[in-house]
């Protein structure tokens, strides 16, 4: 893997970490958005390949036990959980513009 493709796979790491960090925060501010993350995975449970089955039950135990720092693990399985979250649609837009406008690539 050259140096480039490195660096980009690092920065996609830390702009999805950072997301989660914003999500996580949302969660811990709102908890009652718990409920609407949990419908999501139920969703995903109806429609999705049984391959990344375990990852939706490994979000589902990290959500109801409220165990955030496995969310936000700097770890490969903390970037693995990442890749398949739910958080997502919890980030404010203009919060999710800000985030994404650091990590775009120059060039």
């Not at 958005?33 to 969703?43: A, G, H, I, Y």
């Not at 409220?66 to 919890?90: I, K, M, T, V, Y």
């Not at 800000?98 to 775009?104: F, G």
Request: net charge neutral; aromatic share 4%.
């Amino acid at each position: 893997m050259s140096s480039d493709s490195l660096d980009l796979h690092r920065a996609q790491d830390l702009r999805s970490l950072e997301l989660h960090v914003e999500a996580v925060k949302v969660l811990r501010e709102h908890p009652e958005k718990v409920s609407r993350v949990l419908q999501v995975l139920d969703n995903w449970d109806q429609l999705g390949d049984s391959h990344s089955k375990p990852l939706r039950d490994e979000w589902r135990r990290i959500i109801e036990g409220r165990h955030w720092d496995e969310a936000l693990a700097e770890n490969d399985r903390g970037q693995q959980l990442r890749q398949a979250s739910p958080l997502g649609f919890l980030v404010d837009p203009a919060v999710r513009a800000e985030i994404l406008m650091r990590y775009r690539r120059k060039g």
